[in-house]
């Protein structure tokens, strides 16, 4: 099994990257993704959120209302670590599962968009950075997520810079150009992968 560390800041592509390496065969594992299941209706993870944060960050249906709730927590630093206190260890449970359940010769990679921030990078064989220009991401935040310029720009000084995911990295991928380019740097990634797991 080889473990691979897959981060990007937001906006960088890494998504993409997850699910192309996932049609070549990759399991992925999605810590955004565990990070929703860890906070889902009727979890000990979202009671202890609005223990935290206030019945106010809930939606009617007793869904977790993220909006509001990233509207707290990405502008203030103290708000984000209290939240990652409750999340990451709960993440880490099941991120352990779902890795030993995986075949033993498979290439696992684990999305993990703040690896850099909580300092994983010691955890995996190969640490990927998809990386793109700020200017990229922030017209891809704009425009295909619909932020607003200042929540965008909010999100992404939450998170470590280019310079920080760059010298962790292993590989960097290089998401500035077209989906045909980033395909074929996602094909030579995979093939130098699959021979190490």
Not at 72 to 84: G, H, M, Q, W
Request: proline share 5%.
């Amino acid at each position: 099994m080889l473990n691979v560390g897959l981060t990007g800041g937001i906006g960088s592509g890494k998504s993409e990257v997850a699910a192309l390496l996932a049609a070549r065969g990759a399991v992925v594992i999605d810590a955004d993704r565990l990070a929703r299941e860890v906070v889902a209706p009727g979890t000990p993870g979202l009671a202890a959120v609005a223990a935290e944060f206030g019945d106010g960050v809930l939606l009617p249906s007793g869904e977790l209302d993220r909006e509001r709730l990233g509207s707290i927590v990405f502008a203030d630093p103290d708000r984000l670590a209290a939240l990652n206190a409750i999340v990451h260890p709960l993440v880490a449970e099941l991120t352990r599962q779902r890795t030993e359940a995986a075949p033993a010769s498979a290439v696992v990679v684990h999305d993990v968009p703040l690896l850099v921030e909580n300092g994983l990078e010691s955890r995996y064989d190969e640490v990927v950075v998809v990386d793109a220009p700020e200017e990229v991401r922030l017209d891809r935040l704009t425009s295909r997520r619909g932020m607003t310029e200042d929540a965008a720009r909010a999100r992404m000084a939450s998170q470590a810079t280019r310079e920080r995911r760059r010298a962790v990295a292993t590989r960097v991928i290089d998401n500035s150009g077209t989906l045909d380019d980033l395909a074929s740097q996602v094909d030579a990634l995979w093939k130098a992968l699959t021979p190490r797991a």
